[in-house]
């Protein structure tokens, strides 16, 4: 659902010891960039009575692109991003976005019509190419300013640091569910909080954590992911079956 390209930073030097393994937070820095005390890191997730997500110090659902500027500052970098043939969507990137002591890569993702987007998209000056087939094209002042009132949707979270399995198991707890996709990724299920980590089979890359409301997880999260294992588990047996 949220579009993650290369180029994943390390963690702060100060905080030289792995991720995981850390008891607690470092004083937050000053600065709209850095999330504050309280909620400021990736576990620290904190579902409410309504199905609603709050993590990073935004409301998932209730929260808009309005809000996220206003606490990240103009480091938070929105853009209307689609490839060839799809309407696109409406996202936020933040790079690097500090958690706490976990710095990493943010994107942010809304709830926009189709109608919108399209229109935001046929109404763009320009265009420009970005990593895996994906434009960002340019959107006019009033569709920016239209753009300030959606709604944040989910987020997606890479950190820095290489995050195991057990790793995640440690901070999040033991998962609902456990899916393998067809490239080895192992994704954990977190429902209660509304998150699944998706932690890859080799070391290339990183274990991404994606949020969205708990009251959404099943529709944008979880069937997507087991609709995908399902695809995995058949082409695997077909193949089994030919050879």
């Given amino acids: 659902m949220l579009a993650l390209g290369a180029g994943i930073v390390i963690l702060l030097l100060a905080f030289a010891m792995p991720l995981m393994h850390m008891g607690g937070a470092a004083p937050a820095a000053s600065g709209a960039s850095q999330a504050t005390v309280g909620d400021a890191l990736p576990w620290q997730a904190r579902a409410d009575a309504d199905g609603g997500l709050t993590v990073f110090g935004l409301n998932l659902g209730r929260d808009t692109l309005a809000s996220a500027k206003a606490r990240f500052g103009d480091t938070l970098q929105p853009a209307l991003v689609a490839r060839l043939g799809e309407v696109g969507a409406l996202e936020a990137l933040m790079e690097p976005f500090s958690a706490g002591f ?21 109404r763009a000056g320009k265009s420009e190419a970005m990593e895996g087939g994906v434009r960002r094209f340019d959107m006019t002042h009033e569709d920016r300013a239209e753009a300030d009132g959606a709604r944040i949707a989910g987020l997606s979270f890479v950190p820095g640091l290489k995050l195991s399995e057990a790793d995640v198991r440690q901070r999040f707890g033991e998962p609902a569910e456990t899916l393998t996709q067809a490239d080895g990724v192992r994704v954990l299920l977190y429902p209660a909080i509304g998150m699944t980590a998706a932690v890859p089979a080799s070391g290339k890359t990183r274990t991404a954590l994606q949020y969205v409301a708990p009251r959404d997880f099943n529709a944008r999260l979880r069937a997507p992911l087991v609709a995908a294992a399902a695809a995995a588990s058949a082409a695997s047996a077909s193949a089994s079956a030919t050879n």
């Avoid at 976990?102 to 046929?122: H, K, P």
């Fill in 102 to 122: 976990v710095s990493g890569r943010l994107v942010l993702s809304f709830d926009v019509s189709a109608t919108s987007l399209q229109r935001w998209r046929e």
